[in-house]
């Protein structure tokens, strides 16, 4: 009886202790939440423990690792590069003082992207504190910095070929989160992006902009009208809708209608002609007259951007 009873409280005291020592000890990075993280990172800012052997110091147990070493073939990895990470305080510039992460991984260091527990805010103030210059103005307030997206889910960093900087792959980027995008632009009637001759940014500013939709120009015409200049005017005789904004009836992009059209006619023009206007047309049975089949109400109103002729006020010449 005695015996167990010494046992027992002897395996609880144990049981304790581990309990105790779990409890004071530092978990391991990866089990921690990301404010714990936070915190933790913090501190070891706080404390500002650099190596004094630069990039050194990390290629000791990194080096293996082919992703890591193809940063020094890309500027952040040149130390040649004037203000580049790698001519100051190297890789611990974007992750952070080294502390005591070389000792038994105990402390994390800052990492960068979709698995990265930091929220997109700090991770982003890492490459703001370089790339602050007035071209990045409009991030502060663009949907993608509200909406929390990170400069590294966008930009890879440890190569020499980043895929969104390049114009044949920044697509495939943007529409692996914009997928009603990549559903349009592959519809019958686009702008050539399935094909990479067009990119986003054609007509986006992905760092955001002054106009709405973050486009590169005050309005969305504008942005039309940098390409198709034909379109701009002005005309003698104005279709209200045209002029307003291109989008009334495009989508830029691309719609499974014609000249991405959001909608075919008459149906396009009825949105907003609610009677046709015309007194004396004929209802005819089979549906294929000049109003409905074909190019529909286009049969006679062709000038629908607007007409130059003096007779032309019914958009018809
Ligand atoms: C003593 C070996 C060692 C040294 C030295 C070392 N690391 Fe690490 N580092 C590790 C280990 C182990 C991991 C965890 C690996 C894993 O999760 O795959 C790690 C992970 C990381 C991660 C990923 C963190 C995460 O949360 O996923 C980064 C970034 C990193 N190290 C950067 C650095 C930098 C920068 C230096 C130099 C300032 C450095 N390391 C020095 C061993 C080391
Ligand atoms: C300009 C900022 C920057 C510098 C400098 C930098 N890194 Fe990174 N590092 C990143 C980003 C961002 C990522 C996320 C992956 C990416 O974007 O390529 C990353 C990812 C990593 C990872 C995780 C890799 C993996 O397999 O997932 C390690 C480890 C790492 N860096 C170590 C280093 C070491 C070691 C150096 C110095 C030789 C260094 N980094 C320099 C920004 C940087
Ligand atoms: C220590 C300063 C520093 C930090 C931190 C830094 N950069 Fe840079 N970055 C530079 C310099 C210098 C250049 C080369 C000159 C330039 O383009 O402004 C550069 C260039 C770039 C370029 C253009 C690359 C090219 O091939 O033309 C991109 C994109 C970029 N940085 C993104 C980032 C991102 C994302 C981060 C954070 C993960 C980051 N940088 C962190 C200094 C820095
Ligand atoms: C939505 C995707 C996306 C995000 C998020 C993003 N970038 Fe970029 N970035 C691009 C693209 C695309 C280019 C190429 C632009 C071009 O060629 O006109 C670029 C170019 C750059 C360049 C080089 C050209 C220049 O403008 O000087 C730098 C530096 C840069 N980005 C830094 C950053 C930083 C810092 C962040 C985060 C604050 C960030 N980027 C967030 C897509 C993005
Ligand atoms: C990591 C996911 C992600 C990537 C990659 C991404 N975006 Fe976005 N984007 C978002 C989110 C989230 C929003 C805000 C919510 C929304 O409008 O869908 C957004 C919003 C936008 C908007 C609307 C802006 C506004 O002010 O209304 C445009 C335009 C845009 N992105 C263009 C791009 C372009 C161009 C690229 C590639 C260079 C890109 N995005 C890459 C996630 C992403
Ligand atoms: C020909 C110019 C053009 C191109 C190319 C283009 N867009 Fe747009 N985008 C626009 C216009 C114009 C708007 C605003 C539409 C409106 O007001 O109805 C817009 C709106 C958006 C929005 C906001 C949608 C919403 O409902 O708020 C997103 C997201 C977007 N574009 C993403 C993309 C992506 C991703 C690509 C590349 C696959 C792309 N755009 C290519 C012109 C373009
Ligand atoms: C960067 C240049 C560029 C910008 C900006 C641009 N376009 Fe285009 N657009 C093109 C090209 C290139 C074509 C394809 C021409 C061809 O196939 O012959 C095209 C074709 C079109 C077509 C005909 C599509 C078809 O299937 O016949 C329409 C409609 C159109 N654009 C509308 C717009 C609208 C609306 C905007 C503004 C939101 C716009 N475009 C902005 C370059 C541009
Ligand atoms: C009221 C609806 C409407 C508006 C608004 C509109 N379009 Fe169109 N657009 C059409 C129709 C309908 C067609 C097809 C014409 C055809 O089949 O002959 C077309 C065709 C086009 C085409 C391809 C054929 C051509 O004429 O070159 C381009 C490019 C185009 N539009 C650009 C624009 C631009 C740029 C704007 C804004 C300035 C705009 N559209 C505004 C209805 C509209
Ligand atoms: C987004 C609304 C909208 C759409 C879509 C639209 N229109 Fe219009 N349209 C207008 C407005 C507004 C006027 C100017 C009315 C006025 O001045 O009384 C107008 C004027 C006209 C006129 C000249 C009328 C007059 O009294 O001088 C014709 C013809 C016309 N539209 C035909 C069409 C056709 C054909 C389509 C389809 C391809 C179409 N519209 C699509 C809004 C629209
Ligand atoms: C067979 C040729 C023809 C077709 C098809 C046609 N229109 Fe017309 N439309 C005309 C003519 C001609 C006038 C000018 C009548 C006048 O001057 O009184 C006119 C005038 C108009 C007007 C101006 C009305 C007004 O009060 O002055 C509008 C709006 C209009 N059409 C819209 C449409 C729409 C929408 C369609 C398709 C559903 C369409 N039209 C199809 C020939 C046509």
Known sequence: MMNKCIITTLLCGIFAFACLSLSVQAAPWNQLTGEQLEQQLTEKFAQGNYSNKGADSCLMCHKKNDKVMAIFDSVHGSPSQQGSPMAGLQCEACHGPLGAHNKGGKEPMIAFGKESKLSAQSQNSVCLGCHNDPKQMAWHSSSHN?????????????????????????????TSCHTQQKSDM?????????????????????????????????????????????????VLWEHAPV????????????????????QRAPQLCQQCHMDDGHASRVVQQSGSDAFGGGKSCLNCHSQIHGSNHPAGSKLQR
Do not use: F
């Open 243 to 262: 002029t307003e904004n291109c989008a009334n009836c495009h989508n830029p992009h691309g719609s499974v209608n014609e000249a991405m059209l959001t």
């Open 146 to 174: 509200l909406d929390e997206v990170a400069c590294s889910d966008c930009h890879n960093i440890h190569t020499d070929n980043d895929p969104v900087m390049d114009k044949l792959t920044v697509n495939d980027t943007c």
């Open 186 to 234: 592959n519809k019958r009637s686009s702008h050539p992006m399935k094909w990479d001759q067009m990119t986003c940014i054609d007509c986006h500013n992905p760092h955001g902009s002054m106009s709405e939709s973050a486009l590169n120009h005050a309005t969305v015409n504008d942005t039309c009208y940098s390409c198709h200049g034909e379109k701009r005017g002005p």
